[in-house]
């Protein structure tokens, strides 16, 4: 198997809360591990709450990690910490679009001044006429008009602050892009244009993508694997296609199902109970209680959920080569 790209370790990210009952911890990222190859666009999905947005901040390095290792190109990123990785090496290889694009853009900056940033800061361009070509030229790449170049955030429709925000991302050639809802605050028809605008970068500039989303048929179109995130844990991976054409996971099953386009009736798909919390108590500052920790997370939604269930998390466990779930029942969940 070739070395990937990115490989992601056992990742976990608590973070420590007070509750009524006392101090707890939270779990918001719970031992996440997953592979991205060069030039792949995978898709992370779930419902909000699950982690995604956590990992996303992890794998970015601007949120510090409890345990866990993130390797890009043979390099622990965990180790590097988030106050010195905006002027790491590796900070140009990694770059991120942001949900919304109109509070990700500083108001005193100029779409050329955003766009001449990175170069200045992370590639050490000083000289105003490369900058300006190097501008001009991603300006041109992801469709911004030349004469939109002087304006300012305020003077921008939102389709095209949102390709500022990903020409901003773009212009160092980064080797891995990774978009957290990149089109979510879009009307429909440019949200068309944005994604058409993605594929033709990552087919140009043969870039990586982790495409963050809630829109399940954007998924499908854009993405050659899809992680799916319950509760911060991943419960099922695999190909694009083959997941939403035979989803395995009962989590999965409701997401797919829930797609207005699937054609099932969601009435029978809806999942009974209520999420369990992601908190944890504390017996003392260091300690945590074990009851609730040894169980599966989706336990009390599930409908095929058994005794195994409520006293033994289930890790990931290959279906196929390409193929991941965790579950203890997967021999005997019906087809989708």
């Known amino acids: 198997m070739s070395t990937p790209l990115l490989e992601v370790m056992d990742l976990v990210k608590h973070f420590p809360v007070k509750t009524p009952q006392g101090k707890g911890m939270l779990h918001a990222v719970d031992g996440v591990s997953f592979r991205i190859e060069a030039g792949e666009t995978v898709g992370l999905v779930g419902e909000s709450g699950c982690g995604k947005s956590t990992l996303v901040r992890l794998l970015t390095r601007t949120l510090a990690l409890s345990d866990g290792q993130i390797r890009f190109l043979g390099t622990d990123l965990g180790l590097i910490d988030p106050l010195r990785m905006p002027s790491h090496k590796l900070r140009r290889d990694v770059q991120m679009v942001f949900q919304d694009a109109h509070d990700s853009l500083n108001p005193r900056y100029s779409a050329h001044d955003t766009l001449a940033e990175p170069l200045k800061l992370l590639a050490g361009i000083q000289d105003e006429a490369e900058i300006r070509s190097k501008v001009e030229e991603i300006a041109t ?196």
């Open 141 to 336: 790449l992801t469709g911004l008009p030349l004469e939109l170049l002087p304006r300012f955030p305020h003077q921008l429709s939102g389709g095209q602050k949102a390709r500022v925000g990903i020409a901003r991302a773009a212009v160092l050639r980064p080797k891995l892009l990774v978009l957290d809802e990149p089109t979510a605050a879009l009307d429909v028809s440019v949200q068309v244009l944005i994604l058409q605008l993605l594929a033709d970068l990552k087919r140009e500039l043969g870039m990586s993508f982790l495409f963050v989303s809630h829109d399940l048929n954007v998924v499908r179109l854009l993405c050659d694997r899809v992680l799916v995130m319950y509760l911060g844990r991943i419960v099922e991976s695999g190909p694009a296609a083959e997941l939403f054409a035979s989803p395995k996971h009962p989590y999965t099953q409701a997401l797919i199902a829930s797609i207005p386009s699937s054609g099932r009736d969601v009435s029978r798909d809806l999942l009974p109970g209520e999420p369990q919390s992601p908190i944890r108590m504390l017996a003392s500052r260091t300690v945590a209680l074990t009851q609730g920790l040894e169980r599966c997370g989706f336990q009390g939604r599930c409908p095929h959920a058994s005794e195994r269930c409520a006293s033994a998390i289930p890790e990931l466990q290959a279906l196929s080569p390409l193929r991941q779930i965790a579950c203890h029942h997967v021999s005997t969940i019906p087809a989708f």
